[in-house]
């Protein structure tokens, strides 16, 4: 069998790959693995997003951490974010996530927190899994008063909002906005928190049913957003994903504003307040080199990464950088949290937008968005293609024509037998010949 634990936790179609089952076991091993750790009966939090199947997953979780003596304290629908929060606010030894973020409703995921509010490392997953392969429905459990207890503490849920509104110190009267809360884990936090700072707010799509959540909505379809800021003559629109642990813009004429432009005008905003760590930016390779370009005119640095939040991460923990994230709208703000928050985040965006007495439109336009085309090829191997003489050619000889303006990256994936092609420049013509070029050189050398 397989690793069980992905890049962001267990997945798979609820009910099927997820099953009650599985998600018993997690809690069991979770709360069996922290008890040895703390030498504890271990508390664990527990939030979900919207998905009809969130109720059946969170009474396995429950009925799983109870079966290892462990004490389950259900929040209900929340933010990612704010299990990572709460779990360090209440002292609780770990946190659970059952989302699947910005994928359709049928599917689900678990995902854990430390107590400490950050992932889990690699290390600890698969001593998690280890012990849901050995768990056998015979073994000695806990009896009596050594069964574990569940709580449901959705009010929780307000330590969570007084946090957010603490991370700005303006607030957003005079402004309007439309929030797009996808049908998820957003929409009762998100308008709540706009509001309460001053906003005039538009909740668009926030009466979630089970099975519409991100359904032609949120930040993965954002053309219902746009539509709504321009109807509303709005001054910008938020779009969260279904867990909420991220966002995108929309600008006053109705034009995306993407997790890159995002980053600019937060760093810049910092930068101007000589409060950007070392003046650097963390960001993935995927981000694209307007954002390299607007942070060195503003005297700025950028930290590149692998692809992945949890890369980005690691390098702002390392060097104690503050600021990092990825073109999705998936930003850390180490100052306020230990992982992405789509709410925080919009909140600091809204922040810097005010103090700058900018529109948004000239705020994002600081950064110059390239365009980027990418192509995926398929390979007969991923093995040696970094080493292969012709591939380099081609690749330098783009590079070289690209100059200053543009740049190329190969990458293959992670989970497929591909090998992607991105290039990015002022030229969309360009940026087809080359990819074409390249592209054609892997086929051949590695197909």
């Known amino acids: 069998m397989g690793r069980l634990f992905g890049t962001d936790g267990v997945r798979g179609v609820a009910n099927a790959q997820l099953t009650p089952e599985l998600a018993f076991k997690l809690g069991w091993a979770a709360t069996t693995y922290f008890g040895r750790e703390y030498h504890t009966s271990p508390v664990m939090v527990i939030g979900r997003d919207t998905r009809v199947s969130g109720h059946m997953l969170e009474a396995a979780l429950a009925a799983g951490i109870c ?127 706009y509001e309460r700072l001053g906003a005039k707010v538009i909740t668009i799509n926030n009466k979630p049913t089970g099975v519409n959540i991100n359904a032609d909505c949120g930040s993965t379809h954002m053309e219902g957003l746009q539509e709504a800021v321009m109807h509303y003559k709005a001054d910008f629109g938020i779009a969260h994903d279904g867990d909420a642990d991220r966002c995108l813009a929309v600008d006053e004429k109705g034009a995306i504003v993407d997790g890159d432009q995002m980053m600019v005008i937060c760093a810049l905003d910092r930068l101007r307040e000589n409060k950007l760590k070392d003046n650097t930016l963390v960001a993935t390779v995927m981000s694209n080199i307007g954002l390299y370009q607007a942070m060195k005119k503003a005297g700025g640095k950028v930290e590149v990464t692998a692809v992945g939040d949890r890369y980005v991460l690691e390098a702002m923990r390392e060097k104690s950088f503050i600021l990092g994230g990825e073109q999705s709208g998936h930003v850390i703000f180490a100052e306020h949290s230990t992982t992405g928050d789509g709410v925080l985040t919009a909140l600091q965006l809204i922040a810097a937008l005010k103090k700058s007495g900018k529109t948004m439109a000239e705020l994002a336009g600081v950064m110059t968005r390239y365009p980027q085309l990418l192509v995926n090829v398929c390979v007969a191997s991923k093995d040696g293609w970094e080493e292969n003489e012709a591939i380099s050619r081609s690749i330098e000889k783009s590079n070289a024509q690209l100059g200053e303006n543009g740049r190329i990256l190969v990458r293959p994936s992670g989970t497929e037998q591909l090998i992607r092609v991105m290039a990015e420049g002022p030229c969309m013509t360009e940026l087809e010949q080359i990819v074409h070029d390249i592209a054609a050189v892997v086929k051949k050398e590695q197909g």
């Open 67 to 193: 079966s290892a003596g462990g004490h389950a304290v259900v929040l209900g629908v929340v933010p990612t974010p704010a299990v990572a929060y709460l779990a360090g606010k209440i002292n609780a030894q770990a946190g659970i996530v059952i989302s699947a973020s910005h994928n359709p409703y049928p599917d689900n995921g678990i995902k854990f927190f430390a107590g400490s509010g950050y992932k889990l490392p690699d290390a600890v997953e698969d001593e998690l899994e280890k012990l849901v392969f050995t768990y056998k429905e015979d073994m000695e459990r806990p009896v009596g008063d050594g069964v574990g207890t569940i709580v449901h503490r959705h009010d929780l849920l307000k330590e969570y909002i007084d946090y957010l509104l603490n991370t700005v110190d303006v607030d957003f009267t005079g402004l309007t906005m439309v929030v797009d809360c996808a049908h998820g884990a957003a929409y009762e936090v998100g308008p709540i928190v």
